[in-house]
């Protein structure tokens, strides 16, 4: 299955640069699909309770169609339902397909990934149970095409195709059963969703205010101006020669129609399998880039800042066996990422990921960076660019004359490094992230920002000209944006005084230790 990682990676980046270049990439909707899909089982609750509140299980088709008769109230709140359902499927099948293209499904987040497919099932199957609510031509082929699949599985006593043999109407328990099925999906939905975060800090839920009212609002005009179908009504008598089809929500539909059902349980079971068995074979060996980040005990001060930087609480504080008073930073490595948030975020370079910690970082500038930097007549504007950045922005900032220095996320870089460049002679740095919506290790340029700009651990220290250091959004799709941004700031650092570089730089890689209780009484 990873051979199709780089294809896949291929068709998500064509996507975001498209979708970038539509909405720009603090709106892009593609970098927020989980939360997307998270806003739309919101609107699906609130609409939600209006229909059940108006819907009657002894006359279900008439209920319904009085609801979709309704032009102030009922009928746009029925579509909105409706679309926003088939949004969520959207969403969540664009969700786990970014993850799966950005290698980010196995190891620590296995979890999330398993109940991800969980969720989206439960969400098919709401979705099922809520097209039969409604009683038309399609709710009714829906459930005729469940009973079918059900009848082969040894669950009920008599098969549930009797109900729609149509010598007898259609009892009002099957009505019954299917809403209170509908309704208890749901909150199975909310402990499968608190599930899925369980593991990471600080989870995002929605996407920013302006996208989701832009979102709800879209899908209300949409409500208004194009009414969900609505088929005609059920009859248990008759079989419809024509109905309408949700090609979204019930894509299965047509293919499950054409399938004995043995052999479509066979080929629902073979695709969950193969959909759970994704994190066992993309994973990589917990060795060289993936390897989980280590503490070293000598260095750790017991700030307590890596744990609360990390965004997957993959960092405790626990008692030393030695006889110094603080504590030392412990690494789960069933819950490390290798993100390496945390070797940004330690002053005294004590804790990363192998060969990423501060230390490793200077090691590897001085060896590669600095020598560049030196050799060149003028010295050029440095600009430290993440891993994922793309290709062709990368080549356009070298072509503009930069010093490029790449890093595995901007989230890592020591601040150390920033500043050793600048006393180094580079007469400036630009930090090129992803958009914070798609950073691979989820607070990359949250904690950049601060880390340089409000003096969080491990800050950028008060030596260091802050006019020589910017930070920019290096988003697919928008090579404009990345070049006005460079641009920008190379007009700027030209106006500013030419930089001296110190012989011998001397950098602090030190915290201050936390204080203790006698201290503090």
């Not at 328990?173 to 299917?178: G, H, I, L, R, T």
């Not at 500038?365 to 891993?387: H, K, M, N, Q, Y």
Request: a positive charge; proline letters at 8%.
């Amino acid at each position: 299955m990873r051979i199709l990682e780089r294809p896949a990676r291929r068709a998500l980046a064509a996507l975001d640069a498209l979708a970038t270049s539509a909405y720009g990439w603090a709106w892009n909707p593609l970098h927020q699909t989980g939360t997307v899909a998270v806003a739309m089982l919101l609107a699906l609750l609130a609409t939600g309770l209006y229909l059940v509140l108006v819907y009657r299980l002894g006359a279900p088709a008439a209920s319904v169609a009085r609801i979709a008769a309704d032009p102030w109230l009922g009928a746009w709140i029925r579509s909105l339902h409706r679309y926003a359902s088939d949004l969520f499927v959207v969403a969540a099948a664009l969700h786990a397909f970014r993850l799966f293209a950005q290698r980010r499904s196995w190891g620590p987040r296995t979890l999330a990934w398993i109940s991800g497919c969980g969720l989206f099932l439960i969400g098919l199957a709401c979705a099922w149970t809520g097209y039969v609510m409604a009683w038309d031509t399609f709710g009714e082929r829906l459930a005729r095409e469940g009973a079918r699949l059900f009848d082969v599985l040894p669950i009920f006593s008599e098969p549930l195709s009797r109900i729609f043999a149509g010598d007898r109407p259609v009892p009002g328990a099957f009505f019954f059963v299917n809403l209170f099925v509908h309704i208890v999906l749901p909150l199975a939905m909310g402990i499968g969703l608190w599930l899925h975060v369980s593991r990471l800090a600080r989870p995002t839920l929605l996407p920013p205010k302006r996208l989701i009212w832009a979102i709800v609002g879209a899908l209300t005009v949409a409500a208004i101006a194009f009414p969900a179908a609505l088929g005609p009504a059920a009859d248990s008598f008759t079989l419809a020669e024509r109905t309408p089809v949700d090609l979204v929500a019930a894509w299965w539909l047509p293919l499950s129609e054409r399938l004995p059902a043995g052999v479509a349980w066979s080929a629902a079971l073979a695709a969950l399998i193969a959909a759970l068995l994704v994190p066992r074979v993309t994973r990589r060996p917990r060795e060289g880039s993936w390897a989980p980040s280590h503490v070293d005990p000598r260095l750790c001060t017991g700030c307590n800042q890596c744990p609360q930087d990390c965004p997957w609480d993959a960092i405790t504080m626990v008692p030393r066996d030695d006889d110094r008073p603080s504590l030392v930073a412990l690494v789960d490595p069933a819950r490390c990422v290798s993100c390496g948030i945390c070797a940004g975020s330690c002053a005294p370079m004590g804790v990363g990921p192998a060969g990423l910690t501060g230390r490793d970082q200077l090691t590897a500038l001085r060896s590669c960076a600095l020598t560049a930097l030196g050799a060149a007549v003028d010295s050029p504007i440095v600009a430290v660019c993440c891993a994922q950045a793309p290709v062709t922005h990368v080549a356009a900032l070298r072509a503009r004359g930069a010093l490029v220095h790449q890093v595995p996320c901007v989230g890592n870089l020591h601040s150390s490094v920033v500043e050793l460049l600048v006393r180094q002679g580079a007469p400036g740095v630009i930090v090129c992230g992803c958009p914070p919506r798609d950073c691979v290790g989820r607070e990359g340029p949250k904690w950049l920002a601060e880390r340089f700009f409000n003096e969080r651990e491990a800050e950028l220290q008060p030596r260091v000209e802050r006019d020589r250091v910017r930070i920019a959004t290096m988003a697919g799709g928008d090579l404009r944006g990345t070049l006005a941004a460079y641009d920008d700031f190379a007009r700027h650092v030209a106006a500013l005084r030419r930089p001296e570089r110190e012989a011998n730089v001397e950098l602090q890689a030190e915290c201050a230790p936390p204080a203790l209780a006698e201290d503090a009484s």
